[in-house]
């Protein structure tokens, strides 16, 4: 079964408390928290201080995507505050080597991930050194956009250089994830699954996190 990573972007800022007691009984396994400077994307999302205290509501696992500029610069602050898994944009980096490196040396799992526009053969000399590769299915920067229909063939291709190489790497889709794509992504390979506004643009959360969790399982 996949991963389940729901992305609290689409929450209720006002009461988040709730989101997380929603989030600490459903079959989610990662929160998956996205960061956003204004630079590298067109959106501000929150940053370390709001993620420190988030950490005390869930044991779950904090996965961080940052869609920032020079990330390397708060490697250790994201330690620090609890985060677990670490994902930087290919997009942002000079020395992706040595972030990744940095980030494993830190005690984090380290993430790439690529823009729709950016070949997943451009991870081919450094898919052996990560945990993660995440695959945008949209343009990052906001939630509750369209899923791009090439995404599938992208997963397919990781997928084809992680079984190569022998990368023990997982593959993470982020964007526009629905109960109808979910099945697909999962056929073609995703291990990961992020979702925001599917999960909590719906009347109940807590059945979409299963519905997702159990799409392996459906046909299509
Ligand atoms: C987009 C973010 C996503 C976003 C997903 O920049 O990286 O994680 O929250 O939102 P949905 O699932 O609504 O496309
Ligand atoms: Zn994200």
């Known amino acids: 079964m996949p991963i389940i990573a729901p992305s609290i972007l689409s929450a209720d800022f006002a009461d988040l408390s709730k989101t997380f007691h929603m989030l600490n009984n459903s079959e989610a396994d990662w929160i998956h928290l996205d960061i956003m400077d204004g630079n590298f994307v067109p959106n501000i999302s929150f940053g370390m201080p709001v993620i420190k205290s988030l950490r005390k509501l869930t044991n779950k696992v904090f996965d961080a995507h940052l869609m920032i500029e020079q990330p390397e ?3 250790h602050n994201f330690k620090v505050i609890g985060v677990d898994v670490l994902t930087v944009h290919y ?7 040595r972030t990744v490196d940095m980030t494993k040396r830190i005690g984090m ?3 790439v991930a690529l823009n729709p526009h ?22 990052p920067g906001f939630s509750g956009q369209k899923f791009i229909e090439h995404t599938y063939q992208k997963i397919a291709e990781a997928k ?16 526009g994830v629905n109960d ?22 719906s009347q109940n959360p807590l ?11 459906q046909s299509f």
Do not use: C, W
């Not at 950016?118 to 343009?139: E, G, H, K, Y």
């Not at 794509?181 to 643009?201: E, H, M, R």
């Not at 059945?207 to 399982?217: D, R, V």
């Open 73 to 75: 610069r708060y490697l």
């Open 118 to 139: 950016t070949p997943v053969s451009f991870l081919q000399d450094i898919i052996q050194d990560l945990d993660v590769v995440l695959i945008m299915s949209v343009n």
């Open 207 to 217: 059945k979409a996190i299963k519905t997702l969790k159990e799409s392996s399982l």
């Open 160 to 175: 084809n250089l992680i079984e190569k190489t022998g990368s023990k790497a997982m593959i993470q889709v982020d964007g």
């Open 180 to 201: 109808q794509n979910a099945p697909k992504l999962v056929q073609a390979g995703a291990d990961i699954l992020v979702a925001a506004s599917y999960i909590f643009n």
């Open 109 to 111: 799992k380290a993430g």
């Open 91 to 97: 997009e942002t980096q000079v020395h992706l080597n």
